[in-house]
């Protein structure tokens, strides 16, 4: 787990909104053309401002992480101590982490 304080002390919020509408335009674009078992690389929408990094889903682990508006599919442990979210699943390769949107 990140430390809020590590990552300058904010909540990241405004990062992870522009993160996943990359990844939705990426989807929207894509997903027709995806084959069922194929993994697509998707950025990390976890809160640090500086993460930088890639998961790769398929359709449906795209599809289950983002069930509903507030969540978000991160790398395994990239949750930020402090920012309001909740994981609900731990994948081997991606977390599902609802964000509060209060
Ligand atoms: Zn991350």
Known sequence: MLDLDAVGGKSGQNSVSARVA???RRWD???DCL???DRM???CECANDGCLGI???TALE???GHM???WTAVLPGHVVQGDRSRTLVQHPHFWVVERDVD
Do not use: S, T
Request: proline residues 14%; contains cysteine.
């Open 22 to 24: 990359y990844n939705r």
């Open 29 to 31: 674009l894509e997903k």
């Open 35 to 37: 084959p069922i078992d």
């Open 41 to 43: 690389p998707f950025v």
């Open 55 to 57: 998961l790769e889903l």
């Open 62 to 64: 795209h599809e289950a």
């Open 68 to 70: 509903c508006p507030h």
